[in-house]
């Protein structure tokens, strides 16, 4: 933590920054690596376990992953894409949202305490694996002709703003959608990740300090930081699979 002068270490930049654990080869693996590795072992080895050896009548393990697997099912995907079109990618968005979602815990969990996603790189990757599922879905769907008009809003009735509206659609779906997709899970858990070693640090500074009611009032916020964390990590992991649903939705309508 740096010191700004007044001997409180202010959080910032350093603060998602870490040195490697080892390097070879020129490569350097981190705590973020580390972090990102364990949650595609757990994310892996919780469903190989759940459903490895699926019973009719299923254990607590298998009931716990029905739920969760059915959530995603049933609560976005059917309700996004239909049962008819969105069967197929119900694996790749539950995937997603418990991929992403066991990133985002890593915040509140002793000693990792750090959300993988609030590095971009990870929300980036992510992001364009959905965009490398819409757009030659969009042309598979429609054509070469058609899928340039599904993704760049192309409506005769427009008139004369037709190429102006095609010109930022186009700019909008091709270029900047993979952007705000990633840009949205990003910035939620790099401030939330923020605020709570901003409140974490005061604590334990104002307690040093003898500031003890102060720093009891600090340690109360870091509690409701943390519980309101809880709840924003599993809602970006929501918004994220539901953000994906909608572009591959957007694939797979009738352009009219």
């Given amino acids: 933590m740096s010191d700004n002068g007044c001997g409180f270490p202010a959080p910032g930049l350093h603060s998602f920054l870490f040195k490697p654990m080892f390097t070879v080869g020129g490569f350097e693996f981190n ?6 590795l364990l949650t595609t072992l757990i994310v892996i080895t919780f469903f190989y376990a759940a459903f490895g050896k699926s019973k009719v009548v299923p254990g607590k393990l298998q009931l716990i992953g029905e739920a969760g697997y059915d959530f995603v099912r049933r609560g976005i995907v059917y309700e996004t894409l239909g049962k008819r079109d969105g069967e197929k990618y119900v694996p790749v968005m539950v995937s997603l949202f418990f991929f992403i979602w066991i990133m985002n815990i890593w915040s509140v969990i002793p000693l990792a305490q750090f ?7 990870y929300p980036m990757v992510l992001a364009l694996i959905v965009y490398f599922i819409w757009l030659p879905l969009t042309f598979k769907k429609h054509g070469l002709v058609g899928g340039f008009k599904n993704i760049t809003g192309y409506d005769k009735e427009l008139g004369g703003v037709l190429p102006l509206v095609m010109t930022i659609e186009f700019f909008s779906n091709v270029l900047v959608r993979p ?3 990633a840009v949205r899970l990003f910035a939620n858990m790099f401030a939330g990740h923020l605020l709570l070693v901003m409140f974490t640090v005061s604590s334990w500074y104002l307690l040093n300090s ?3 009611p102060a720093a009891g009032v600090s340690f109360v916020m870091t509690m409701v930081m ?10 970006q992991a929501y918004v994220f699979v539901l953000l994906a649903c909608t572009y591959v939705q957007g694939a797979l309508a009738e352009h009219h």
């Fill in 115 to 121: 959300p993988v996603s609030s590095v971009i790189a």
């Fill in 31 to 36: 705590k973020v690596m580390l972090l990102a």
């Fill in 179 to 181: 952007f705000t997709h």
């Fill in 210 to 212: 003898w500031m003890i």
């Fill in 226 to 235: 943390i519980l309101f964390e809880l709840f924003v990590q599993a809602v």
